[in-house]
């Protein structure tokens, strides 16, 4: 009888430090591409095939992120050669355990040389902003990433135009979708992207599809129970992936880095590689 209860003891507790390694160690530092194609209303058929790479939540600084890591990022980006590369917030880093702050200024040099034909985008996420967003913004530009709040800017593509709005952090600015769309002067589609995606139910349909980061997919993911803890106002209703609501669109992606704990089960580090189509 004890060998048995010392056996299941043991195999517990090895249990428990396999899933520990796990989460702590070897999910974090993987990276993931995720290629999914996604359907829209009303895209133009000479678009059908425009690649959007989605970045966020790269925490630069963040345990399991460095240097290395920015560089594969960047290196499954330029081998799928997207049209447009987005950076959806939260480039610097938050305050968990094992994080290092990194400067605004240093955290965009790893991000140097970035490109795509219809351009490297970024709009800030709330760690942006509680650090220095504009010393962050004036960082990304000066690399050559631009950075938009609440504007939008025509991209002549080779295919016909499209709107590419940004929209600023829900959690320390004024979202205004208002304002973004009055730079917008004609009927080309329009898409649009933001760090934090709770504010998806007040956007309007006017945009093709929203895309965003921030909720980490929750970080971990448990067999049954789902994702315990989305820094959502809507629990685990955004909290990754595509989501369709009364026929608009969101794409949320993972995101690269950890914050609060630097844990990842179930939910690995992600490049999103989305190919956008007409819906049939």
Do not use: C
């Amino acid at each position: 009888m004890k060998r048995r209860v010392v056996r299941a003891f043991i195999g517990v507790f090895g249990l428990g430090l396999l899933l520990s390694a796990w989460g702590f160690v070897i999910e974090p530092s993987r990276l993931v591409t995720t290629q999914a194609t996604l359907a829209l209303p009303g895209w133009p058929a000479p678009l059908s095939g425009f690649k959007v790479a989605l970045v966020s939540d790269l925490h630069i600084g963040a345990p399991f992120v460095d240097a290395d890591t920015i560089a594969a990022v960047r290196a499954r980006i330029d081998a799928w050669q997207p049209d447009l590369v987005l950076i959806a917030g939260d480039v610097l880093v938050g305050h968990e355990p094992g994080a290092k702050a990194v400067a605004p200024v240093d955290a965009a040099a790893m991000l140097r040389g970035w490109s795509a034909p219809n351009g490297v985008w970024a709009v800030l996420g709330n760690h942006d902003w509680w650090v220095d967003g504009e010393g962050t913004t004036r960082a990304l530009e000066a690399v050559g990433v631009r950075v938009l709040e609440n504007e939008a800017v025509a991209l002549e593509t080779l295919r016909g135009r499209v709107w590419l709005a940004g929209l600023a952090d829900a959690w320390t600015r004024k979202t205004d979708a208002a304002r973004a769309l009055s730079f917008v002067t004609d009927d080309a589609p329009a898409l649009a992207f933001t760090h934090n995606p709770d504010v998806f139910p007040t956007l309007p349909a006017r945009f093709s599809i929203v895309f965003a980061g921030h909720t980490h997919g929750g970080q971990v993911r448990l067999p049954l129970i789902g994702r315990p803890v989305v820094p959502s106002e809507y629990g685990q209703r955004y909290a990754a992936g595509l989501k369709v609501e009364d026929g608009r669109r969101l794409f949320v992606t993972t995101g690269v880095g950890t914050s609060v704990l630097p844990v990842r089960f179930g939910v690995p580090p992600e490049v999103a590689l989305l190919t956008l189509v007409p819906l049939e």
